[in-house]
């Protein structure tokens, strides 16, 4: 039976669920389970919970080996750039090992990490940064947009042998939404259509999704008719179910809250071009974030992010344009 | 021999398996060596060598029982051939062949043999550090008594992944022994010239102060101290104590690695940092007099563990395996290459 929870609570309940269910499952990082009334703390205990120090390169170097070595550690980021102060660990060991053995080593980890805190976190503290990760072979890297896909894409994300990129997105922490209890498993590499529609295909991720969403809303309004679609993992990215969209609408938006050229959208944008260029009838309209650092102020932040006006902007544009007019 | 116990409480049969694991990784490093000579393009990228190292990876595992885990560095030849691994199925894997222990995919730098403890190895210093506290944090919640070797170089004490494992480690009392093989050279950088203890004259098995845990520096060219020091280090490690820092210095006979080469050019072995680089014949020359293997078996014969004809057929019957395992690598097939993308993802 679903029940609206938040968003964070459903990320919660996942690796509880999953610690319920596997003993293997291991739950570490900075500055969890610090008191002894800890909820993670009183119901698994302090072999499977603990608070590690501020060592990125040893929590997640030990979660690879840890997972080497048979367990399903969760590490506990806070902030995905913190990634960045062990990125060896994150790029060139975990996913790495299963391939240069041969297959006989397995790292089965999840990599647990904030995103995108566009609310007056400045420079260091606001990236959406996955797009240095989703090309990395052997990370998987899940970015849900629902609380019931935070549960769900959590516990796929504590299940799979590979090592798991998890980045939950800050500014949706407390979003409500119907949640699944018990066992809810969202596979990962399966997008999600969040709204059918017939004119134009909207990919969104994370935080994006709800503004995509709401200016599908308002351009129902004037009779235009947008396809919502959340990839939900981007690694592996479901490119069949977008190229089938496209094929049905012509046209094809991509919003994404990274900076253009690290970003999802320019990924998809390069697959489409490649697999569907035929299928189009414009050309594919790029929302993201401006190439450069967020500032702290909040109107020069609020500029350089897609926003739902920006998003309502692209759909007219590219149905402005139609290729089947344009002479040859 | 006038100390009673320079045995280490070893019975006969235990010195001879070291001494033969000494002799055949010797034996195997001399082939791989020689390869690069007998069979030019064989062995492509970078190889590194343990010969010099022998004494301090056979006495460091000597301390070991069923059960434990090992991890290691790009310098990983050693450690699988004392635990078992076929040799040549190590040599398939230098050539790059399909009978490879890791099938081909790894290569000299990555060699892994799970099933006898040797749970993985980095390429990139140091990075072995954390995920051997890891597996020693897994050691400790699993129960069985199982204890981790870490075994790095010194340069890797110069890394925060070293500082922020030995911290963690001591922290939670984790069962591992961290074996620094100190050879003094960072590819051509010694190590006085990078490191502060090392330009104070100190040893640097003194940073394990800084994590409040033992640390102490063994003449890692004799198998039986090694032994003596990582042993004492397991038995703390198995009785919940927590980490070791062991110190072993040794001295690695060969260059740190082939030479760094843009295709075309052949690869090989240079000489010695020492004398490539620092014109230095004198502390080369005296490395060699003191190498670990020929010493060892004159401590055994001179102590009545082993004739001289027995010494040789250990030799001659290492000089045969070691044969039989570039036969098996040069004769055995590549990978499909379409098998390149097989364990992409588990």
């Known amino acids: ?328 | 021999m006038t100390d009673p116990d320079w045995t280490k409480g070893l019975d006969n049969d235990r010195l001879v398996w070291m001494f033969t694991q000494m002799t055949r990784i010797r034996e195997f490093e001399e082939r791989v060596k020689r390869t690069f000579t007998d069979h030019p393009g064989v062995i492509r990228g970078h190889t590194h060598l343990a010969d010099g190292a022998e004494a301090s990876i056979v006495g460091s595992l000597t301390a070991a029982k069923p059960g434990d885990q090992y991890l290691a560095t790009y310098r990983c030849h050693g450690y699988p051939l004392a635990l078992g691994t076929d040799p040549r199925a190590m040599m398939a894997e230098i050539y790059g062949k399909t009978t490879g222990l890791c099938k081909g995919y790894g290569g000299s730098m990555h060699l892994a043999d799970p099933e006898r403890g040797f749970i993985g190895t980095s390429g990139i210093v140091a990075q072995n550090i954390p995920q051997a506290t890891g597996a020693a944090y897994a050691a400790q919640i699993r129960g069985a008594g199982q204890v981790v070797l870490c075994f790095f170089g010194d340069g890797a004490s110069k890394q925060g992944a070293f500082h922020e494992s030995l911290n963690i480690a001591s922290l939670w009392k984790l069962p591992i022994v961290f074996v620094m093989e100190n050879n003094n050279y960072n590819v051509v950088t010694r190590t006085d010239q990078e490191d502060a203890n090392a330009a104070a004259g100190e040893p640097l098995s003194v940073k394990a102060a800084a994590f409040s845990m033992p640390g102490v520096t063994v003449d890692g060219g004799d198998p039986l101290a090694v032994y003596g020091e990582v042993r004492s280090a397991v038995a703390r490690a198995r009785s919940g104590a927590g980490p070791t820092l062991v110190e072993s210095k040794v001295y690695r006979l060969s260059a740190h690695g082939n030479i760094i080469a843009p295709p075309g050019v052949p690869l090989h072995f240079p000489e010695h940092e020492a004398v490539e680089v620092f014109g230095d014949a004198e502390e080369y020359e005296a490395a060699k007099l003191g190498d670990p293997v020929p010493r060892f078996r004159g401590t055994l014969v001179t102590g009545g563990v082993l004739s001289a004809q027995d010494a040789d057929g250990v030799a001659e019957a290492a000089r045969t395996e070691m044969q039989e395992a570039v036969t098996f690598g040069l004769d055995s097939p590549f990978p499909p290459p379409e098998t390149a993308l097989d364990y992409a993802y588990a």
Do not use: C
């Open chain 1, 1 to 328: 039976m679903a029940r609206e929870i938040s968003y964070i609570g459903a990320i919660n309940e996942a690796i509880h669920h999953e610690m319920t269910r596997d003993d293997t499952v291991l739950y570490f990082g900075q500055n969890i389970a610090t008191t002894e009334g800890d909820p993670f703390l009183t119901a698994f205990g302090s072999d499977r919970v603990r608070v590690t120090p501020i060592s990125e390169t040893a929590e997640i170097g030990m979660a690879v080996g840890a997972a080497m070595a048979g367990y399903r550690p969760v590490v506990e980021l806070y902030m995905a750039e913190f990634l960045l102060v062990a990125m060896d660990q994150v790029v060139n060991e975990g996913p790495r090992m299963h391939t240069m053995t041969g297959g006989q080593v397995k790292v089965p980890l999840v990599l647990k990490a904030g995103y995108g805190f566009t609310a007056g976190w400045a420079g260091q503290h606001t990236g959406s940064i996955y797009g240095m990760f989703m090309g990395v072979p052997g990370l998987k890297v899940a970015l849900p947009a629902t609380a019931a896909d935070a549960k769900g894409l959590m516990a796929s994300a504590i299940r799979d042998d590979n090592p798991v990129l998890f980045l939950h997105h800050y500014l949706l922490t407390l979003d409500e939404g119907d949640v699944p209890e018990g066992e809810h498993v969202v596979p990962f590499g399966e997008a999600d259509v969040k709204r059918a529609g017939t004119d134009v295909t909207v990919v969104a991720t994370g935080w994006m999704v709800p503004r995509a969403l709401a200016a599908a809303l308002q351009l129902a309004a004037d009779g235009i008719s947008v396809e919502v679609i959340d990839p939900r993992t981007i690694a592996p990215l479901d490119m069949p179910t977008i190229l089938e969209s496209v094929a049905k609408t012509g046209r094809l938006v991509l919003v994404d809250q990274a900076t253009r050229h690290g970003s999802v959208s320019a990924v998809i944008a390069g697959e489409v071009a490649d697999e569907g260029f035929s299928l189009l009838r414009a050309p594919i309209k790029q929302v993201t974030a401006l190439d450069t650092t967020i500032a702290y102020s909040k109107p020069m932040e609020e500029y350089v992010l897609p926003d739902e006006a920006k998003i309502v902007g692209a759909v007219r544009d590219v149905l402005n344009v139609d290729r089947a007019e344009t002479p040859a």
